[in-house]
């Protein structure tokens, strides 16, 4: 199971990143549409702070970290389709993942992407 997960307000939980015997592998990107809101969930003992890679362009999406065995608030994506937001894990430099902003009706979750 990865160490934290994100999620969109009112849509199924989308693992990422995806870690795997402590390698990380890519996780899936989060696709959004303008307007929804994401917020992290942290399922572990430590505690995780996601930031933009580009705070200047998409800001911040919380004030500090996501602390064990709960959720952050909810950032409000406000880019536009076709954007993708690069983010990491500012306590754990190997944790990273994207965002990617898509065309309302275009998101395409997978079913393996999604809790059960």
């Known amino acids: 199971m990865p160490d934290w997960s994100i ?4 849509k199924p939980a989308v693992f990422t990143p995806d870690i795997d015997n402590l390698n990380l592998k890519p996780g ?3 696709q959004v549409v303008q307007g929804d809101l994401v917020s992290w969930n942290n399922e572990t ?5 996601p930031v933009p ?13 996501v602390t ?14 076709g954007t993708t937001i690069s983010y990491r894990c500012s306590l754990h430099d190997n944790e990273h993942g994207q965002i990617v902003v898509v065309d309302f009706g275009a998101s ?7 809790i059960a």
């Open 45 to 49: 003992d430590d505690p995780h702070f």
């Open 68 to 81: 064990p065995d709960n959720p952050s608030g909810a950032y409000n994506v406000v880019a536009p389709s």
């Open 28 to 30: 899936t990107p989060l």
């Open 7 to 10: 999620k969109i307000e009112g």
């Open 108 to 114: 395409d979750y997978g079913t393996e992407d999604l």
């Open 53 to 65: 890679d580009d705070p200047a362009k998409f800001g911040v999406f919380m004030t500090a970290a």
